[in-house]
């Protein structure tokens, strides 16, 4: 046993990998039940003890006791069995038990037995380890950044395993170095060329969803309920709750005293804008909600198109469509419904024009990009600078200036228009 010491395996295996007796056992039994049968040609007739604690290990061979061997992996002479116990009492048809000491093996055996023990082992670890996380799905860990490279962060756990949290899973905001914590959740888990591959997520709407359930007791015992959540992660995010029980004001409860309850996610968020609303099935009331500061003068569904057309006062447009126009952005997804808002053009200035009237001159998703941005007139438009109206509706350079052009020229025509009715009046 001496060219194969299997105390310092047992050691690691039980207290590092937490690799169970029975396990540990019957992977040992098997690979030396391998060796056997490509030694020997078969290991049905062998039996192999285990002493796991003090790492020592057995094997033996039973062998039938004949007068002429026809099959020496299988039988043993009675004249060869007397040679090497003359004192022994076995008689012809019995099972004599030869035991195999490691040396007969080989060097070249004992090495191969050592590979794939370790072998095994690892595959039993990874499965493990596979099996640990798949239950943990949409579960929140908390990390240590080992490594950073630039399309993924290498973090450990606590138990050192390997975690993937790449820059698509990230908060735009987020910078972190080796040796910081991150938390995260576990977005899912695969196999890749038979490892587990443990990828992480900060964007997820459910990272959201957990932390709200670790800052607010009533979600957590299920007083108050999420029922969804539309995030841009880093930027804004609105929360619909409700309440099942009617003495909880659920938005208060989320947000808490003076913001305590909040503060520490949208900390936790790099500054994430976090609107909680109440839950409605009432659409409309709901959209309020969502866009709420701002004031709807009117609202219009269209169910055929899936759309809803808002009016609200000019110095309301703003706030609905929220900075890089999140707020209406979001609005949209947690209703599911196109929102397009129009500005409420009684009591200004007459001599403006709806965006529609041109167009056929100006292409519809160009105005649909602009009405997305609360601009629906023509003079909205003019008065927001080029890149303004670039970042914001997503549009070139060159659309934009094509579009004031064509917006210009309208309004100069109306000038020439009205200085040649001028000059008629005079003469």
Same mark, same amino acid.
Do not use: H
């Given at each position: 046993m001496e060219g194969f010491n299997l105390a310092p395996f047992f050691a690691e295996f039980k207290e590092r990998k937490g690799i169970d007796r029975a396990t540990l056992m019957s992977?040992?039994?098997? =690979?030396?039940?391998?060796?056997?049968? *490509?030694?020997? !040609?078969?290991?049905?007739?062998?039996? =192999?003890?285990?002493?796991? &604690?003090?790492? &020592?290990?057995?094997?033996?061979?039973?062998?039938?006791?004949?007068?002429?061997?026809?099959?020496?992996?299988?039988?043993?002479?009675? *004249?060869?069995?007397?040679?090497?116990?003359? /004192?022994?009492?076995?008689?012809? !048809?019995?099972?004599?038990?030869?035991?195999?000491?490691?040396?007969?093996?080989?060097?070249?055996?004992?090495?191969?037995?050592? $590979?794939?023990?370790?072998?095994? %082992?690892?595959?039993i670890d990874k499965a493990n380890l596979f099996n640990y996380y798949k239950d943990k799905v949409g579960e929140i860990i908390v990390g240590e950044v080992y490594q950073v490279w630039k399309k993924e962060i290498l973090v450990r756990d606590e138990a050192d395993n390997e975690l993937v949290l790449p820059k698509s899973e990230q908060i735009p905001s987020d910078f972190f170095r080796k040796g910081d914590n991150v938390k995260a959740v576990v977005a899912r888990v695969e196999m890749k060329n038979n490892t587990p591959s443990i990828v992480l997520s900060r964007t997820a709407n459910v990272f959201l969803e957990r932390l709200f359930e670790q800052e607010v007791p009533e979600i957590f015992d299920g007083l108050i309920t999420i029922k969804?959540?539309?995030?841009?992660?880093?930027?804004?995010?609105?929360?619909?709750?409700?309440?099942?029980?009617?003495?909880? /004001?659920?938005?208060?409860?989320?947000?808490?005293?003076?913001?305590?309850r909040i503060h520490g996610i949208v900390r936790e968020l790099r500054n994430e804008n976090i609107d909680v =609303?109440?839950?409605?099935?009432?659409? $409309?009331?709901?959209?309020?909600?969502?866009l709420s500061p701002a004031k709807i003068t009117s609202m219009k569904m269209n169910d055929e198109e899936n759309k809803v057309s808002i009016t609200m006062d000019s110095s309301q447009v703003q706030l609905?469509? !929220? *900075?890089?126009?999140?707020? #209406?952005?979001?609005?949209?997804?947690?209703?599911? *419904?196109? =929102?397009? %808002?129009?500005? /409420?053009?009684?009591g200004e200035e007459d001599d403006?024009?709806?965006?529609?009237?041109?167009?056929?001159? #100006?292409?519809?998703?160009? #105005?649909?990009?602009?009405?997305?941005?609360?601009?629906?007139?023509?003079?909205?438009?003019?008065?927001?600078?080029?890149?303004?109206?670039?970042?914001r509706a997503d549009l070139d350079k060159e659309t934009v200036v094509d579009v004031k052009r064509i917006l210009n020229s309208e309004f100069e025509e109306s000038e020439e228009e009205n200085e040649n009715d001028g000059n008629a009046d005079n003469e």
């Open positions: 992977v040992l039994e098997d =690979i030396f039940k391998t060796q056997l049968a *490509k030694t020997y !040609g078969t290991a049905d007739n062998c039996d =192999i003890i285990i002493n796991i &604690d003090k790492g &020592d290990l057995q094997i033996f061979r039973n062998l039938e006791i004949v007068d002429e061997v026809t099959d020496p992996n299988l039988q043993i002479s009675k *004249k060869e069995l007397d040679l090497i116990d003359p /004192d022994n009492d076995y008689e012809i !048809g019995e099972e004599y038990a030869e035991e195999i000491p490691m040396e007969k093996f080989g060097r070249r055996a004992i090495l191969n037995l050592k $590979q794939n023990l370790n072998g095994r %082992i690892m595959d969804k959540i539309v995030r841009i992660p880093g930027e804004r995010a609105k929360v619909a709750v409700e309440s099942y029980d009617d003495r909880i /004001d659920p938005v208060g409860a989320c947000v808490g005293v003076k913001g305590s =609303i109440s839950w409605t099935t009432n659409t $409309q009331l709901l959209i309020q909600r969502a609905a469509i !929220g *900075k890089f126009g999140s707020n #209406i952005k979001l609005a949209s997804m947690l209703v599911n *419904k196109e =929102i397009e %808002i129009y500005r /409420d053009v009684q403006d024009v709806l965006l529609s009237a041109f167009s056929n001159e #100006i292409d519809e998703w160009v #105005i649909q990009a602009l009405r997305q941005i609360g601009c629906d007139t023509a003079k909205n438009v003019l008065a927001l600078s080029d890149e303004d109206i670039m970042e």
